[in-house]
Each structure stands twice: as C-alpha cells, then as structure tokens.
C-alpha cells in the first residue's frame, strides 16, 4: 500500500511564491512519472506538471515559466516551486504518482495524494 502526502499549500498575496511538496510512502518498489494537478471547485481537475523518472518536466502552457517541478527519487518526494502566483492559481493542488510496490513488482499502479489547498488573495 502506498500513500502521496502533499504539503506547502497556504494563502499567499499575487505576484507571490509557494513550495509545495508531495511524498510518498510505504511498500514502494519504483516510483514512474509524477505529476501535479489542480481542481476549482465546480470545474475539472487539470494537470498542471509532470515529470518522468529521469527528471525530464513537462509543464501545461500557464505553468510553463512560473512554475518548476522537480524530484528527489532517492527520498520518494516531489516538488513544485511556484512562482509569480496570479489569483487564477487558486486550487486545490493535487500529486498523482505511477508505481510498483513491493507485492505487485509487475503490476502498474497509479495513486493521488489527498491534495493542498493554494489561496491567492490579497
């Protein structure tokens, strides 16, 4: 069984930064691909960044150039450092991870985090 546990969300002013962090956890054999996504309430959930076990981010064009993803895969953890934050960014910030854990080494399996909530106000 493996968790995503997300953090770093907060209230934060326009123009402003966030770090937020996902970590996983539990009978973890290989983590793939991670990725950030983010839900407004009433809307769909979207993906915001991913990236691919060797570290290689791909970004959807409103992240791209304000935000950065990244991975520390000797930790299990993943990040995602926002920057020039607008009140559109507001969201729930969710991580989402493909993996293998340690019953299952040949079974692919996909797992959310329970999310964090980004507020963008003055």
């Known amino acids: 069984h493996v968790q995503l546990v997300e953090s770093g969300g907060a209230l934060v002013q326009p123009g402003g930064s966030l770090r937020l962090s996902c970590a996983a956890s539990g009978s973890i054999f290989r983590v793939y691909g991670m990725a950030w996504y983010r839900q407004v309430s009433g809307k769909e959930r979207e993906l915001v960044a991913s990236?691919?076990?060797?570290?290689?981010?791909n970004y959807v064009d409103f992240a791209r150039g304000r935000f950065t993803i990244s991975r520390d895969n000797a930790k299990n953890t993943m990040f995602l450092q926002m920057n020039s934050l607008k009140p559109e960014d507001t969201a729930v910030y969710y991580c989402n991870a493909h993996y293998n854990d340690l019953e299952r080494p040949n079974k692919y399996l996909e797992v959310w985090g329970q999310g964090t909530l980004v507020t963008v106000s003055l």
């Open positions: 990236i691919n076990e060797d570290g290689m981010p």
